[in-house]
């Protein structure tokens, strides 16, 4: 298996689980990020706060009371591709909204991931727009058990070089121009396969999207990001599937992974940021490390979160697929903690 020059390629492990509703904790106020210099990078004197807080400046999933569409985009290679869409109650207002893409793992579905990450009560809570796009499989208009192509993997979307970056490009580009989407603050989320498209993203659309923020995956492809994308990256250390020192995963997609380490180390050096790995540890919970990367071009931050004992299951969330992807760590809410690393990236 071929690596690029200096960054590793990526896998993919297959997941998925089906339901769930966001597991959620008290919130204290988000720090304030520090003002940028003249060259476009933090401000050197400022420190980073000594303890992580994973759900600050965010407030705990509400009842999604907004709107669910589906649609549809014909892409140039010849496929028609789908996604689900939920627009929150408060788009009503006229404002512009961020935008956040999910991306499913391995073998599930837009609206499967809609139900296991609980992002539309996250959304509904905190005034954001979520799309839930569909990879593929080898059935033309088959609706699950569906892949993306984030470089070496996953079959069949790899295998087929479907152009899943693309396709996100198009579906950004028409959500700009349907809803009421802020372009500076467009974000792309995802779970294993899909965190490994997320990383892929980032390294091929970076003029598109401000930060990414993944759970369980790794780089795919050689990375050269047009302009600095911020990461959040968080991983189980009993993650099987892609496990946190490299090697073969417990999954069928039969992939030699990189340590999973390795993703966000590489983009915080082509961030160029200056300062870290700070390590900061959550005082609710031990389990919980974090080391975040800081002055980094353009504002931009790496953050990268391990926590003991958590598997490759989505965190905080119920699954029907433990036998695949192990007992999701009930301690730390995934989507949330995502959320809450995008809101206070500040936009270029």
């Not at 989320?189 to 369980?216: F, M």
Request: proline content about 9%; hydrophobic content about 40%; charged content about 15%.
């Amino acid at each position: 298996m071929k690596r690029g020059a200096w960054l590793l390629l990526g896998a993919c492990a297959l997941l998925l689980a089906a339901c769930s509703g966001p597991s959620g904790s008290g919130s204290s106020a988000s720090p304030t990020p520090s003002d940028s210099t003249i060259d476009g990078t933090t401000d050197p004197t400022d420190a980073s706060p000594p303890t992580y807080d994973p759900y600050a400046g965010t407030l705990p999933a509400a009842d999604p009371g907004g709107q669910v569409q589906t649609g549809s985009i014909a892409t140039p290679d010849g496929r028609v591709r789908t996604y689900r869409l939920y627009v929150p109650a408060s788009a009503a207002s006229g404002a512009r909204l961020p935008l956040l893409v999910a991306l499913h793992g391995g073998l599930g579905w837009g609206a499967q991931f809609a139900a296991n990450s609980g992002f539309d009560g996250l959304a509904e809570a905190n005034r954001f727009i979520v799309a839930y796009p569909d990879g593929t499989n080898n059935r033309p208009g088959d609706t699950r058990l569906l892949t993306w192509n984030g470089g070496i993997c996953c079959r069949p979307a790899s295998e087929q070089q479907v152009d899943d970056v693309g396709f996100l490009r198009l579906l950004i580009d028409r959500l700009e121009t349907e809803q009421p989407v802020d372009p500076t603050r467009v974000f792309v989320a995802g779970h294993s396969n899909g965190a490994i498209l997320a990383y892929r993203v980032a390294c091929e659309l970076g003029d598109r999207i401000l930060a990414i923020g993944v759970q369980s995956g790794v780089v795919g492809v050689p990375c050269h990001p047009t302009r600095p994308v911020s990461v959040f990256h968080l991983h189980g250390l009993a993650d099987a599937n892609i496990p946190i020192d490299g090697g073969r995963g417990s999954g069928p997609s039969g992939v030699e992974f990189p340590s999973p380490r390795e993703a966000p180390a590489a983009l915080a050096e082509l961030d160029g940021c200056r300062s870290g790995p700070v390590e900061q540890l959550d005082p609710g919970d031990p389990a919980v490390v974090s080391q975040l990367w800081s002055r980094c071009a353009q504002g931009a931050e790496v953050r990268f979160v391990t926590v003991a004992g958590a598997s490759h299951a989505w965190m905080g969330h119920p699954t029907s697929a433990k036998d695949l992807v192990g007992e999701p760590y009930a301690g730390f809410d995934a989507s949330r903690a995502i959320w809450s690393f995008l809101a206070g990236v500040r936009p270029r």
